[in-house]
């Protein structure tokens, strides 16, 4: 099973997969496994935004003008976040 892990200071492109020539992100590198998202809280609410997709469908779709790519991304998504004393 993989078990792959992120600090919040990772891109949505590195999350999701993109670039230029698509390549798939830590979503499809998790395939059947956990993603870990440390300091859950701190990441930007558009990347977490693009995990919707992903979490509810098991894959990951990402367009591009000369190609559509379809990756897998079925996945555990696990979060961590650090108490806070108010």
Do not use: W
């Amino acid at each position: 099973m993989p078990v792959t892990a992120q600090n919040y200071s990772a891109s949505s492109v590195s999350l999701i997969g993109g670039g230029t020539h698509p390549k798939p992100g830590e979503v499809s590198l998790a395939h059947r496994g956990v993603l870990f998202l440390d300091e859950m809280a701190e990441f930007a609410k558009k990347t977490l935004d693009m995990l919707r997709q992903p979490l509810e469908t098991g894959k990951v779709t990402i367009s591009r003008i000369s190609s559509t790519v379809t990756y897998p991304a079925d996945f555990i998504l696990l979060g961590a976040m650090n108490p806070c004393d108010i």
